[in-house]
C-alpha cells in the first residue's frame, strides 16, 4: 500500500452528495470568515472518512461468522430476535457492535446464504449502545438461511444521530459473506443473532472489523486461511 493509499480510501457513493454540501458550505464559510471556513474543511474531511468503503480480507472459511460493522462489541446476551423475522420466541445468543460517528458505516453480511426475510420498522432514536435500542429504535432486520438450514438473524439499528438506514439485502437474494447490504447515517449499531448451540468468541469492549474480524464459528476450530479482498 502507498503511502496516499494509507490516507485517501474509496468512498461509497452514498457519500459524495454529503460531502459536495459539506464542501460548499465551507466555501460560503471562508467567504465570511477564515477561522470558520477551516472549522468547515475538518468537517468536510470527517465527512468523508465517514463515508469511507474500503476492501476487506473477507476469510474463506465457510464455518465462520464474521463481523457485519466495524466497531465495539458493547453487549453480548441472549435475546428474542425481532419478531417480524419469524425465528421464534426462543431467545437466542445477540453480539452487538456498537458503531460511533468516526467508524466506517458500511454493513457486511456474517455468512454466506440465502437473504429469507427483510423487514424495516420505524421507532425512535435512542443511544445505539443502550441494550433497549434493539427494541425501541428504529430498525431494520434481516434473516440470512445458511446452507445447512440453520438462520441468523442481522439488525441494522438506528443511533441517536442516525436518520436513515439503508439496505441492498432483498428477499431470495444470494450473497456471500462479507457481501456489502448496507449502511448507517449517522452512529448506529448491528445486532447479529446467532444460531442455537452457537457460542461467540468475542468479549465486550473488543474492536471488531467488517467482513474481516470472526464472532463465531458454526463448527470446530479452526484457521482462516484463505481471504479475499472486497
Partial sequence: MTMLGTFLKPMHPE?????????????V???IWEPL???????????????RDPKRAVPLDPGLILSPADGVVSLIEPAVPPEEL????????????????????????PVEGRIAAVSYREGKFLNASLDKASVDNERN?????????????????????ARRILCWAKP?????????????????????????GVEPEVAIGQT???????IARL????VPRLSRME
Fill in 86 to 109: 419469524g425465528l421464534g420466541p426462543q431467545p437466542m445468543m445477540r453480539v452487538s457492535v456498537f458503531m460511533s460517528v468516526f467508524n466506517c458505516h458500511v454493513n457486511r453480511l
Fill in 219 to 222: 463448527q470446530g476450530p479452526q
Fill in 141 to 161: 432486520a434481516l434473516a440470512v438461511e445458511m446452507a445447512d438450514g440453520r438462520r441468523i438473524a442481522v439488525v441494522q439499528i438506528a443511533g441517536l444521530v
Fill in 15 to 27: 457519500g459524495w452528495r454529503f460531502v459536495g454540501v459539506f464542501a460548499a458550505v465551507t466555501v
Fill in 29 to 31: 464559510l471562508f467567504l
Fill in 172 to 196: 431470495g437474494q444470494h450473497m456471500r459473506a462479507g457481501d456489502r447490504f448496507g449502511l448507517i447515517r449517522f452512529g448506529s449499531r448491528l445486532d447479529v443473532y446467532l444460531p442455537d
Fill in 208 to 214: 471488531m472489523i467488517a467482513g474481516e474480524s470472526v
Fill in 37 to 51: 471556513g477551516w472549522i468547515g474543511t475538518g468537517l468536510t474531511v470527517w465527512c468523508y472518512y465517514f463515508f
